[in-house]
């Protein structure tokens, strides 16, 4: 069995929806849990002590432990003080759960300034402000467990959702970055982008006649997205640098490819005209690699030139 006795887990946006049901079972299966939502709505506006608070009393109740953060995410002071709430009540920090998000949806030609920056600063900048604190204090101690949540928005592009997209494959590029340079330190760093019928699904449709008549809805319950983020929170987990999507029951990696493509040679002088004869060279999704940095790619280019690295 899977299991975090003994282990400290912070989850951001744990008061609805996906966040809480991760802070549930991260609880149930052992783990001590901070609990961190500032409950504001959707798109962000506004915030609810309650909200976290009734999750740590459902945590308690069912026998568990976990404190309630409501510090937000989206400023340095904030996930300096969501991290020390882990340590300060209960001594360490294992797992983080980069989960706190708003939504709204707005077409790019319309999309203001302000509405740019406030989906950046909750999705990206809380993801930054939160994890950096917290692989410094995993750093130390040898061992850490990140599951940043991102989106197949993000990944593949949504309508309406420029803001929300670029906010969430940015989280991608974070994970990256802290998967290789955790590496040496035992840490791990891993996404999720999940599929949940949630408050997000339901302002976004609005009519619920509408969305009772969506069959897809119903198969997927928010329940199905908690094994994948469960197991990558683990001690089991061993991977890193990867990204998981999570629909309906169905879990599935997600990987940037490198084509082959066409190289000019090591003293080739190419041209606009000889992209374009070489375009279905250049352009091939198979054979691919999935380099596991910007360094891999630059050494196949060079093996492949006869460069010496």
Same mark, same amino acid.
Request: glycine fraction near 12%; aromatic fraction near 8%.
């Given at each position: 069995m899977?299991?975090?006795?003994?282990?400290?887990?912070?989850?951001?946006?744990a008061?609805?929806?996906?966040?809480?049901?991760?802070?549930?079972?991260?609880?149930?299966?052992?783990?001590?849990?901070?609990?961190?939502?500032?409950?504001?709505?959707?798109?962000?506006?506004?915030?609810?002590?309650?909200?976290?608070?009734?999750?740590?009393?459902?945590?308690?109740?069912?026998?568990?432990?976990?404190?309630?953060?409501?510090?937000?995410?989206?400023?340095?002071?904030?996930?300096?003080?969501?991290?020390?709430?882990?340590?300060e009540?209960?001594g360490?920090?294992?797992?983080?759960?980069?989960?706190?998000?708003?939504?709204?949806?707005?077409a790019?030609? #319309?999309?203001?300034?302000?509405?740019?920056?406030?989906?950046?600063?909750?999705?990206?900048?809380?993801?930054?402000?939160v994890?950096?604190?917290?692989?410094?204090?995993?750093?130390?101690?040898?061992?850490?467990?990140?599951?940043?949540?991102?989106?197949?928005?993000?990944?593949?592009?949504?309508?309406?959702?420029?803001?929300?997209?670029?906010?969430?494959?940015?989280?991608?590029?974070?994970?990256n970055?802290?998967?290789? #340079?955790?590496?040496?330190?035992?840490?791990?760093?891993?996404?999720?982008l999940?599929?949940?019928?949630?408050?997000m699904?339901?302002?976004?449709?609005?009519?619920?006649?509408?969305? #009772?008549?969506?069959?897809?809805?119903?198969?997927?319950?928010?329940?199905?997205?908690?094994?994948?983020?469960?197991?990558?929170?683990?001690?089991?987990?061993?991977?890193?640098?990867?990204?998981?999507?999570?629909?309906?029951g169905?879990?599935?990696?997600?990987?940037?490819?490198?084509?082959?493509?066409?190289?000019?040679?090591?003293?080739?002088?190419?041209?606009a005209?000889?992209?374009?004869?070489?375009?279905?060279?250049?352009?091939?999704?198979?054979?691919?690699?999935?380099?596991?940095?910007?360094? #891999?790619?630059?050494?196949?280019?060079?093996?492949?030139?006869?460069?010496?690295?």
């Amino acid at each position: 069995m899977i299991e975090f006795t003994g282990q400290v887990a912070i989850v951001t946006g744990a008061g609805r929806g996906l966040g809480r049901l991760y802070a549930l079972e991260l609880a149930r299966r052992g783990a001590a849990v901070v609990v961190n939502d500032v409950g504001g709505a959707m798109h962000g506006d506004g915030s609810d002590s309650s909200v976290a608070d009734e999750v740590v009393a459902e945590i308690e109740r069912a026998g568990g432990t976990a404190v309630a953060s409501h510090d937000s995410v989206a400023s340095p002071h904030g996930g300096e003080a969501i991290v020390r709430a882990a340590v300060e009540h209960f001594g360490r920090l294992d797992v983080v759960v980069s989960n706190a998000g708003i939504f709204n949806s707005i077409a790019f030609e #319309e999309l203001s300034v302000d509405d740019w920056h406030r989906m950046l600063s909750v999705h990206l900048d809380g993801g930054f402000f939160v994890s950096q604190p917290a692989y410094r204090v995993m750093k130390d101690r040898g061992y850490g467990r990140f599951v940043f949540v991102s989106s197949s928005g993000g990944m593949f592009g949504q309508p309406l959702e420029a803001h929300y997209a670029a906010a969430k494959a940015g989280l991608v590029g974070l994970a990256n970055v802290i998967a290789i #340079e955790g590496a040496q330190h035992g840490i791990v760093a891993n996404t999720v982008l999940p599929f949940g019928f949630s408050r997000m699904v339901t302002e976004t449709v609005g009519d619920p006649e509408a969305l #009772e008549q969506i069959g897809f809805l119903k198969v997927i319950r928010p329940e199905l997205v908690v094994p994948i983020v469960v197991f990558l929170a683990s001690r089991v987990c061993e991977v890193t640098h990867h990204n998981y999507s999570a629909c309906a029951g169905r879990f599935a990696r997600v990987f940037v490819g490198l084509g082959q493509g066409w190289s000019a040679g090591r003293d080739g002088e190419p041209t606009a005209e000889d992209i374009a004869a070489h375009w279905s060279e250049v352009s091939a999704t198979e054979p691919f690699t999935v380099p596991e940095s910007i360094f #891999e790619e630059v050494f196949s280019v060079c093996a492949r030139l006869g460069v010496t690295t």
